[in-house]
């Protein structure tokens, strides 16, 4: 499950009073997911800095992308982004990813939410890889937004 930070309760917070004006500026405007190799366990006071990104050769942060529909078959609010995929260029510096990160690209690389991966992936050669698909939901009883690692 993602966590938020306090950075991405204050931008949803923002959102909203830029909604009601009907000018929003985005903080997830050119957000991007990331991954990480190592940092504490997710919780809603954790920062950037907090995390080791990856640095495997062919690796990048990747835009979140344009969402699908808002609703899901069920009509439950949920917001699926299309599908990521990372995977070395080469061996010769093998990670093992255990983060995935959200990062807001408007607000200068702040994190805004952290999924920590059940089980890690390895990335040692050009024949592994890492797809996730992040998704978004809300309802009026709970809230979460997670994402599917392939």
């Known amino acids: 499950m993602l966590i938020l930070t306090k950075a991405a309760v204050d931008d949803i917070l923002k959102c909203a009073a830029q909604a009601a004006t ?11 997911i990331a991954l990480a190799t190592a940092g504490p366990a997710p919780t809603s006071e954790v920062t950037l800095a907090d995390y080791t990104e990856c640095t495997f050769a062919g690796y990048v942060r990747k835009p979140l992308g344009t969402p699908g529909a808002a609703y899901d078959a069920t009509g439950r609010e949920k917001t699926v982004y299309p599908s990521l995929q990372w995977n070395p260029t080469d061996a010769t510096k093998p990670e093992t990813v255990t983060f995935i990160l959200w990062v807001s690209a408007a607000t200068g690389g702040t994190l805004l939410g952290v999924t920590q991966l059940p089980n890690p992936a390895p990335m040692a050669n050009n024949e592994d890889g890492l797809v996730f698909v992040p998704e978004f939901g809300l309802m009026l009883t709970w809230d979460y937004a997670d994402g599917t690692v392939i």
């Open 22 to 32: 009907g000018a929003v500026a985005g903080p997830f405007n050119g957000a991007e």
